[in-house]
């Protein structure tokens, strides 16, 4: 397992963060490739409970080196943040443990107005972004309108290039939305703040992988979000603003001659899914507030009620294929521990024809869950550590999963610890 890659296999919110933990121990290096502070992955280890939005998950592990690579949505202010509340807690985190790709582009204070600027000239049509600027940067680095994290240690061309992007942006900002602007002062102000406070940490990470892949390192890659929130792959135009696949994943992280020998996809053993878009298996009522406050189902970032149902088996085939997932790890199954019965969305039907393939986005909409049902089993199962701890209906009901997505269910989590995991 030299090379492998953790990633969401449906809408985000899977428990990545916790995986990762748990196998960095198996690694030398860990990369985040793509996304930006949108999302959280949260985890509980010694030293607590965290919730990371920029920081590799690797960050607790003593030996791990960590890296931001060139895809990420590098916002310098966030990453300081999260940086010194994670000292405060005891994590040690330097230059040796967390490095920044030069190449990453750094996320500036009016992406994130804009982002708002536009939920709301959007209204009712929004997209539910979390507004941390992440659609306009991915926008304006496709326009090669963004500044990397290596002009950081270039001041006088930085000036330069800053003034230039100023003028463009606030054409926008003033012409399309009527806010205010932005003036040099400001903008060389924050610079000076957030961004020389992350250039000790800017580095040639590409030389740095490309070394460490010379001498046999074993590298993990993590993704943010989940393949349905994939820009290419997901359910568009409801999706995030990067591709969170694993083929992503050397592209992104800095190492593009890199290759995969395992892709762990991350399904929950319910569903879970933050923002708009269409959500086929969505409960309401009374039966999706027991399951939320069953899996304290809110938003890592933003706190807010994450939309739940049960395991979309439709959805998760596709995601496993789009992942090309060759083990998955399953979690929370000890969340569906009241339940009497467990339901699973087997299949969907569109305008009354049943189908087990994932539609194209336009066709969500008319998409109607059809659902099966299998035996609870009604008994804490939290200290399972083996297989065989588990009760035979909870044994069913991992299995009946694996075979429906087609593929080895590998880990399957009982808990937020670290160590709350049976390995099959």
Known sequence: MANCAIVGINWGDEGKGRMVDYLTDHFDVVVRYQGGGNAGHTVVNDKGKFALHLLPSGIFREGVVNILGNGVALDCESLYDEIETLRAAGVAITPENLKVSERASLLLPWHRELDALEEARLKDKKYGSTKQGIAPFYSDKYQKKTVLAGELLHPEHLKAHLADLLEWKNLTLTRVYGAKGYTMDELAAWIDDFGAKIKPFVANTTALLREAQANGKRILFEAQLGALRDLDYGIYPYTTSSNAIAAYAPVGSGLPTAKLDEVVGVVKAYSSCVGEGPFTCEWFGDEATKLREA?????????????????????????????????????????????????????????????????????????????????????????????????EAARNYVEYVEKAIGCHIGYVSVGAERESLILR
Do not use: N
């Open 295 to 391: 899996g304290a189902e809110f938003g890592a970032k933003t706190g807010r009620p994450r939309r739940v149902g049960p395991i979309d088996l439709v959805a998760t085939r596709y995601g496993v294929e789009m992942q090309g997932a060759t083990s998955i790890a399953l979690t929370k199954l000890d969340v569906l521990s009241y339940m009497d019965k467990i339901p699973l969305c087997a299949h969907y039907e569109i305008d009354g024809v049943q189908t087990d393939d994932f539609p194209f986005p336009v066709l969500l909409d008319r998409a109607k869950p059809v659902m099966e049902y299998m035996p609870g089993w009604q008994c804490d199962i939290s200290g399972a550590r083996r297989w065989e701890d588990l009760p």
